[in-house]
């Protein structure tokens, strides 16, 4: 029968209930009436606790009674328990409640038994009858204890009426307001008398001192907990007449002992941490400040978490007109902060510092700081009360959901979704009392143990398997709460424009404005002149939209360029809205729609590019949409678009369509999956390789077609610099040589005038305006530069290298790579080039002399006027240059030895230079980092600004925008500066002594 009843240990309490201390308590007829104390006792969270601490609480009352009198009190207590309990009744079911819910609790009904009628006859009361009878008691303790003893016991007594209407209300979530307030009014009294221990003390000294300790948090708000931290601030004045230099002395000693004398350890135990960290400048600065002090503080220091956090102050102890003073002062600056300039970086970085607060592991079982959980709901009350409480005073609440009633009756969230909302915090906050009340400790984890889910499901009325209940309930609300910015921010302001149904949101457009300033957007008026066209009317694509619109809006605010992403998803949405795949994409892959939103408010390239190529948003539903694709299969795709095409213009055409697709691919997996810097690079380069030779084929054939016969040489396509190094970025030119052999028979001049024809044409057709950006090849690597002819033959390089070859063109050349062309001509000039790049003895002084000038020339002469020398990515610092010229250097000295030094790539020879040891371990890592470094961050300015980028952007929006493609927190535009400066100067040293010393670089 009791397993049936819910007992987890039957035997156990069947020994319990035969426990002389509850002699006189179960009667045979308990169960044929089934209203005994047995059953009572299944109805509570832990049937099994509440028996035990049952027991326990008889023998105390029991041992007490008999240290007394038989006249005492005590002895009439005994009998007074056991009719209470006997009898079915609100006391029963109280006093149960309680020992099934806290061990704690009940271990304080064991050290005074004689508090069991605060728990049946509990009843509620006012903040003013908590504080007399708390403080009351610390002013005159009972024998046996002092002020602090007493302040401690009293305390618990309030706390168990407290718990005793809270565990036994008819629907606790109902009940959650009403509790939350008493335990914040319970504290206030326990302040209250932890200030009167303080006056006491300082005795005559206390009079030269007006303290007031202002509630924070919850207890401000009048949301406390069972157990947390009572986070205040102190103010204080002198007395009239008086110094304040001595009046703040006493009242910092007064203040730091009213937070002793609650959370210190006594032997009646401690309340909790009193926390003043939210004072101004926090644990750094005074622990009492006066009324102007902190008027000072606020108008001239304060950021905006600390506004946020005056939401809730309120004045709970001490001098109330010292109190309600600071209130008058500061209290109007709280609804200004969402006009400050950097509002919306602070609040983001508000929201990323609750996230890193979350313990590794604990995500997953946050009821507080996890995704879904109370602070989610908290934050963005807040957030929403500060943007628009400028202009409303009904906003103006520090309770959460009294200030979210305010935001649904005046028309800024919905009322289902305020009620939806309430429903979760209610239910979240419910879950973290029962938990917490168990032990009276800080905590909002969900349990793992199937034991105490069992427990904290009974104890929200779950029988029927309740902790599979509890955790499904928990769960359903939190993914409620994960849609919290949907509901409360963005969908309201589509109603704003879409004057469709009846809905009881109803933003005005200065409140609408007001929101999505504060959500970042720079052009609120844009901003909602876009959403009003995408949602207008009652079409199927205006629906779509308006389910679309409140989600993206979201990721779009988090971006740095929500305006920009806006702008350029209405402009791919006008133009493929007639469409029947594109909104149902985004509908049914909420990944791709993301990935779009996210893209677009990050990269003004990317919206230019996907401008240019709407259709290309069809990459982001496919499986494995995001992977760059390989050189072979991206010259198959474009030799099948470009067959069959009637001119070489619509061929090419039809193969760079194919590559502004592959570009907006390797773009998005660049800003969303992570792509490294070398993978962007060969990814980048395989593109232009195979856009290059379809182009060069399409051009043959147009030609051949035009002369009725083949051309009469064979053509080759040489990559070098960073498209030879496979090394390419977003802004690269591609810098090429040409070369041809003439059939034989066919005279060199013939052929040379066939083979310019061709590339004259190829450049042509590449370096026209198209849907892709224009690939500029550029020739002026080659043999005599601008000078000598465009395209040569293979005999006319050899002669060339032969008789008038300089050492930076063997240098140039270690970056030559055949792209596109003829197979065996591409074999014939690596072998022609490979003894030059490599050559058998390296180099001799005069040869790295000359190298070296040539390098400080350049550095002197090719940055460009007013260019920042520390911040320019190829000429700068540490730069490109210097770590490109330094492992090239090195690669002309030693690659005739060490055969692993025979690459195009930068990052691939100096992992070569590091296992041959002729560099440092070290210093390969300061230039391979260096040189990624400055890549990545070209790269990241480029697809930022949406325009080639020299150096790290003056601007500080700019460089912010770069920053935070490359991973930054927003607000980082200065910190990468500084990086980069830093970073740079490390490697310059590095570059001093390798490519500028005198000394044997394998010594280095």
Known sequence: MLARLGFAEPDRAARLLSDPALAGLIDPLDDSFADGPIQALAEVAD??????????????????????????????????????????????QRLLAVLGASIALGDHLVCHPEHWRSVAD??????????????????????????????????????????????????????????????????????????????????????????????????????????????????????????????????????????????????????????????????????????????????????????????????????????????????PMV????????????????????????????????????????????????????????????????????????????GYVGRDDAAVLGAAYRLLRTLEHRIQLQRLRRTHLIPTSRAELRRLGRALGYRQDPAAGVEQAWRAEARQVRRLHERLFYRPLLNAVARLGTDDVRLTPDAARDRLLALGFRDP?????????????????????????????????????????????????????????????????????????????RSRFAAEVLRAAPDAVQILGEPGGLAPRSRSDIEHRMRVAAAGRKSVDEAVAAARQIRKIELFRIIVADLNDGLSAVRVGQALADLTDATIAVALDAVVRSEEARRGEPIGTDLLVVGMGRLGGRECGYSSDADVMFVHAPHLGVSETTAQAQALEVIKELRRVLEQPGPDPAIRLDADLRPEGKNGPLVRSLDSYRAYYDRWSSTWEAQALIRARPVAGNDDLAANFIDLIDPIRWPASGLDTTQVREIRRLKARMEAERLPRGGDRRTHFKLGTGGLSDVEWTVQLLQLEHAHNYPTLRTTSTLPALHALGQARLISSADQAILAEAWMRADRTRDAAMLFRGRPVDSIPADAREADGT?????????????????????????????????????DVSDA
């Open 47 to 92: 049937p099994d606790l509440a028996l035990l601490s049952l027991v326990r609480l008889m023998e105390a009352l029991r041992a007490a009674a008999n240290r007394e009198p038989e006249t005492s009190p005590l002895h009439r207590d005994v009998a007074a328990l056991i009719a209470e309990l006997r009898r079915p009744g609100v006391g029963r």
């Open 122 to 331: 509990a009843k509620p009361r006012s903040v003013e009858q908590r504080i007399a009878r708390i403080v009351g008691k610390v002013k005159n303790p009972p024998d046996g204890l002092s002020p602090e003893d007493a302040l401690r016991v009293f305390y618990r007594r309030g706390l168990l009426g407290i718990t005793a209407l809270d565990l036994t209300a008819p629907d606790p979530l109902e009940e959650l307001p009403r509790t939350a307030a008493a335990l914040a009014d319970l504290a206030q009294a326990a302040l209250e008398a932890a200030y009167e221990i303080a006056r006491m003390e300082a005795g005559a000294a206390a009079d030269t001192v007006r303290l007031a300790v202002i509630a924070m948090g919850k207890t401000g708000g009048r949301e406390l907990n069972y157990i947390s931290d009572v986070d205040v601030i102190f103010v204080a004045e002198p007395a009239p007449g008086l110094p304040e230099e001595e009046a703040m002395r006493v009242g910092t000693t007064m203040a730091a002992r009213i937070m002793t004398a609650c959370g210190k350890s006594t032997p009646a135990g401690t309340l909790w941490p009193v926390d003043a960290a939210l004072r101004p400048e926090g644990k750094a600065g005074p622990l009492v400040r006066t009324v102007a002090s902190h008027r000072h503080y606020y108008e001239r220091w304060a950021k905006t978490w600390e506004f946020q956090a005056l939401l809730k102050a309120r004045a709970v102890a001490g001098d109330r007109e010292v109190g309600e003073a600071y209130l008058a002062a500061v209290g």
């Open 335 to 410: 609804w200004e902060a969402a006009s400050r300039e950097n509002f919306v970086d602070d609040v983001q970085a508000m929201r990323r510092r609750v996230e890193a607060h979350i313990p590794n592991g604990e995500a997953g079982r946050q009821l507080k700081l996890g995704p879904g959980g109370l602070r989610d709901i908290e934050f963005s009350v807040q957030l929403l009360q500060l943007v628009h409480g400028r202009t409303d005073a009904t906003l103006h609440s520090g309770t959460t959901l009294d200030a979210l009633a305010a935001l649904a009756a005046g």
């Open 525 to 601: 008026a844009g901003a909602l002149r876009h959403l009003e066209a995408l949602t207008e009317g009652v079409s199927r694509r205006a629906a779509i939209q308006r389910h679309l619109l409140p989600v993206m809006l979201g990721w779009f605010a988090e971006e740095i360029d929500p305006d920009g992403g806006l702008l350029a998803f209405r402009q791919v949405s006008e133009t493929l809205g007639t469409t029947g795949w594109y909104l149902r994409l985004l509908r049914d892959e909420p990944q791709a729609a993301e990935y779009l939103a996210r893209t677009l408010a």
């Open 963 to 999: 920053a935070r493609i490359l991973g930054m927190p927003p607000g980082s535009g200065q910190e990468l500066v500084e990086n980069y400066r830093r970073q740079g100067r490390h490697a310059r040293s590095v570059v001093d002594r390798l490519f500028y010393g005198e000394a």
